[in-house]
């Protein structure tokens, strides 16, 4: 049992926690700012790289699903090697994978980059939280949850900032060189701070389950943008669609049958983990997906340039950090409620966006939505972890992680491709505004979506406070 175990949660966190929270960050907050930090290069990389919108969102796509293919592997490697070994080496390869992003001269290249830097990346976020878990009491995983407010919702929300005056100054291979000497930091900070451990029997690797889960995401990813693209069910829609449902069909059956799966799926058994996944699902989508928009609507529509793009989606991160002092003081089912309702209600001014839309109004919105997003994201994770015993803890890590960077990636191939077809329709700024506003309508729906999960979570806990209370009543009257 590490020191951490031992604390109880008015202790402060033992000095191993501090230095893993502290080195992990660093890693964690790279692998989440590089999913929204292209959203502001898309016009820069069409021009540059020659090629459209919907293609050119496949650089961020090819991101997000490695990041997804990746996941279910870190538990059982981080056994075999040893966390923090693994967390080095997946700063290695995310570091070397900016590199090539960076030197690439094609599309293609670029794509096939970020798939690499998705693989390092992928790795970093769930072997940093099997890192930070190992040294913190069940206790405190609130306020330890509560500080992965910082890489998932604050790296992501100033990208588009972070990327536009990288851009505007550099051209965009910059914001891929920012990696380098950061990830090298954090790679010397590792080494030196985190007890290298070795690795232990992790048991028979599952590779057959390897295979079949990326298949299946990647195959639903796929078909969904191509139905986007053809305006219909054409054969390669088609095709994707039943590769990814029959290779996660099987991927199930075979993690149900074996005796170490790649993924625990018996964990979903459990009715507030369920719901707690589904709402995590949706909520990257909504998130991840949603934040493409902004960005080409002030550059396509309001002829903006890449600085004021990404300054004027910052009021996201601002909104972010309003929610944060919140995450941890309410019950985890009544905030991930409120929260996923705030992002649902911040959403609506976005169905009627014009040519001349207040700035000052998208900038109050998009506070009021980055609020809801702190809300209800994080709470969402620590419902899903509270409902789990501790040795669940491992195996629930790497799905979290997955339905979240899943939800994101088929957000934003669906998204893109949805708004790519309004804008083929749309040659003036005022149709132009109005093909986003469409967009905005599926952002809406799927947060909806992600609002019913959380209301079960919150009738759930709210039942078990009941129990709870009537359980002390009778105590007391004895």
């Not at 989440?32 to 459209?52: E, K, P, R, Y």
């Not at 079960?456 to 129990?467: F, G, I, K, M, V």
Request: charge should be positive.
């Amino acid at each position: 049992m590490t020191d951490g175990m031992t604390e109880t949660a008015n202790e402060r966190f033992s000095p191993a926690l501090r230095r893993a929270i502290g080195v992990v960050m660093i890693g964690s907050s790279l692998s989440f700012l590089d999913t929204t930090i292209v959203n502001v290069a898309v016009h820069s990389l069409a021009g540059g790289l020659d090629a459209g919108l919907d293609s050119v969102q496949w650089a961020i796509t090819a991101y997000l699903l490695a990041l997804a293919a990746v996941i279910p592997v870190t538990g059982w490697a981080a056994r075999r090697l040893g966390a923090a070994r693994l967390y080095v080496a997946a700063l290695v390869v995310f570091t070397i994978g900016s590199v090539w992003c960076a030197l690439s001269q094609s599309l293609e290249m670029l794509i096939a980059a970020r798939a690499l830097q998705g693989i390092g990346g992928g790795m970093i976020m769930p072997v940093g939280t099997i890192i930070w878990t190992a040294h913190a009491a069940k206790s405190q995983m609130g306020k330890v949850i509560a500080l992965l407010a910082i890489p998932i919702i604050f790296a992501p929300a100033i990208g588009p900032v972070v990327g536009g005056l990288l851009i505007s100054g550099l051209g965009w291979q910059a914001i891929f060189w920012l990696n380098v000497p950061i990830g090298i930091a954090g790679i010397v900070l590792a080494l030196r701070l985190l007890p290298m451990d070795k690795g232990a029997d992790a048991g028979r690797f599952d590779l057959l389950g390897l295979i079949l889960a990326p298949l299946g995401i990647v195959g639903i990813t796929y078909g969904l943008a191509e139905i986007g693209v053809a305006g219909g069910l054409e054969t390669d829609a088609v095709v994707g669609l039943l590769v990814g449902v029959l290779a996660l069909t099987s991927f199930v059956l075979h993690a149900l049958r074996s005796k170490h799966p790649l993924l625990d799926v018996r964990l979903y058994a459990n009715r507030e983990f369920t719901a707690a996944m589904i709402a995590t699902f949706a909520l990257g989508a909504a998130n991840y997906g949603g934040m493409i928009l902004m960005p080409l609507y002030l550059q396509t529509v309001r002829g903006e340039d890449v600085i004021i793009a990404g300054l004027l989606v910052a009021p996201t991160a601002i909104g972010a950090l309003l929610s944060a002092p919140f995450t941890d003081r309410f019950g985890p089912g009544i905030t991930s409620f409120t929260g996923a309702a705030i992002l649902a209600v911040a959403t609506i001014p976005f169905l009627f966006l014009t040519t001349s839309t207040s700035y000052w109004l998208l900038c109050v919105v998009m506070v009021v939505r980055g609020v809801g997003f702190g809300l209800s994201i994080l709470p969402t994770m620590t419902a899903a972890y509270q409902s789990l015993r501790p040795e669940q803890i491992p195996d629930a890590t790497p799905q979290l992680n997955i339905l979240q960077r899943v939800g994101g990636a088929i957000g934003t191939a669906v998204l893109a491709v949805v708004l790519t077809g309004q804008l083929h329709h749309g040659t003036t700024p005022a149709e132009q505004a109005d093909g986003f506003a469409t967009t905005f309508w599926w952002v809406l729906a799927i947060t909806i979506i992600a609002t019913i999960p959380t209301l079960l979570l919150a009738y759930t806990e709210r039942s078990a406070r009941q129990r709870g209370n009537r359980g002390r009543a009778r105590g007391g009257r004895r």
